[in-house]
């Protein structure tokens, strides 16, 4: 029996990856670098042993998957060629598993974790169904029907899945290090449609979607009367949204959600589209959409004294207003106030009016320092050239972080991709 090593085990798809290897009864081990993250506490609950990086951890036997975060010259990819190991990209080996079941990828710039954890939620009490959520969420059944997963465009590394159904929730313009225009990621899209087997379930609402060319049908869904899917006498209330569903203009059945946001209700629409081509009952889609609890890092909600804390991952600035607009729906009587750490030099430099544009609809807007990637240089940007463009903006750092109880009845909203949490967990910590 061979045992999987994943090179980079506390990446967010790497762990989701190794917890369903795990769950399938097949032996998992990994290796990364020694400083915590979120991703760990699953992987030691299932007991899967994470080791320090060390060529001696490659020995006969194994098949090696490869985070993509690390380069062929890694002293373990290195190792295992040399032992002439089987060697896999986490996209190349998810693109093998996923040709096993009847499997969904969800894919677009914005929302597929969202999705596909409420898509995973309403499937898995359908039908036995195995998913991967990019919050390093895996869940493996060996009976399993479906496989539904994150199916992320950066690098084109997307074009490795051949999948029986695809999610395209929108296409917008992101990861400036690597595309070079929203031309090129629709090219991306486009290259991804042309390998889907059955059906794209795309937001018909964004015109990048409309222009897809596929070889199967497409299946829109949206807000507007053209949409095969489409939400309408939208109710927003304190516990989350309800809306009614029309099917090419006939009424199919009304929802629920325990979400805010037009994304929200936009995400939960390309549920229903493929539960309903899968031919799901509604009433399994209206239960479990209603009792839906959530994935990591996306609108997570607790109460600190008389305040909200909202941890989020939106990094870019079509997510900064959705987050925004969400916490101002579920909260229209109090103060928003955002916490925002950028996550790349490219990224901030590329949308830096836009990020000021989406931030300057909070009440305040408290900035953290640009959090960098190893592949970039920062050149000559700093947090500054960001903080100068937003009214009624200011920097913040872990020291300083007590001024929050300023906003006594505040909503904080601690939005970013890097380590924005402990910005969060620094402030939980503080006293007066």
Do not use: W
């Amino acid at each position: 029996m061979t045992t999987f090593h994943f090179v980079g085990i506390k990446g967010t798809g790497m762990s989701a990856l190794a917890q369903i290897l795990h769950e399938m009864n097949e032996e998992v081990q990994g290796s990364d670098i020694e400083k915590y993250f979120f991703t760990e506490k699953a992987l030691e609950e299932s007991n899967i042993p994470i080791l320090p990086f060390d060529k001696n951890n490659i020995t006969d036997g194994l098949t090696v998957i490869a985070g993509n975060a690390f380069k062929d010259d890694h002293i373990e990819i290195v190792e295992a060629r040399k032992k002439n190991l089987p060697v896999y990209r986490y996209h190349e080996f998810l693109g093998e598993f996923s040709r096993k079941f009847t499997s969904i990828a969800v894919t677009g710039s914005h929302g597929k974790t969202s999705t596909t954890g409420l898509l995973t939620h309403v499937l898995e009490h359908a039908k036995p169904t195995s998913f991967l959520i990019g919050d390093g969420t895996g869940r493996g059944k060996v009976d399993s029907e479906y496989f539904a997963f994150e199916a992320c465009e950066y690098r084109r590394h997307f074009l490795a899945y051949y999948p029986d159904y695809a999610v395209m929730t929108n296409i917008d313009f992101d990861h400036p290090d690597y595309f070079k225009s929203l031309d090129d990621v629709f090219d991306a899209f486009q290259q991804m449609a042309k390998q889907v087997n059955k059906a794209i379930i795309a937001y018909g609402d964004d015109p990048c979607l409309q222009k897809i060319q596929a070889n199967v049908p497409v299946v829109f869904y949206g807000f507007e009367e053209e949409n095969d899917f489409q939400a309408g006498n939208i109710t927003i209330e304190p516990a989350g949204t309800k809306f009614d569903v029309f099917v090419r203009n006939t009424f199919y059945g009304s929802f629920q959600i325990p979400l805010h946001g037009k994304h929200s209700v936009a995400n939960a629409l390309a549920v229903i589209a493929i539960c309903h081509y899968e031919n799901i009952p509604i009433e399994t889609i209206q239960e479990h959409l209603k009792d839906f609890k959530g994935v990591k890092r996306r609108f997570n909600e607790k109460t600190f004294g008389e305040q909200i804390l909202i941890d989020d991952y939106a990094h870019h600035p079509t997510e900064v207003i959705v987050t925004i607009e969400a916490a101002r729906q579920k909260y229209p009587d109090k103060e928003i106030v955002a916490i925002f750490q950028p996550h790349t030099y490219t990224r901030t430099k590329t949308f830096l009016s836009e990020f000021a544009e989406s931030l300057a609809t909070a009440d305040t807007v408290y900035l953290v320092d640009i959090f960098g990637s190893a592949r970039e240089d920062a050149g000559m940007l700093t947090i500054y050239d960001l903080c100068n463009k937003i009214p009624n903006a200011s920097l913040i750092h872990e020291e300083t972080i007590m001024k929050l109880r300023e906003h006594d009845t505040g909503v904080l909203v601690f939005m970013g991709a890097g380590d924005i949490q402990k910005y969060q967990a620094a402030y939980e910590k503080s006293t007066v």
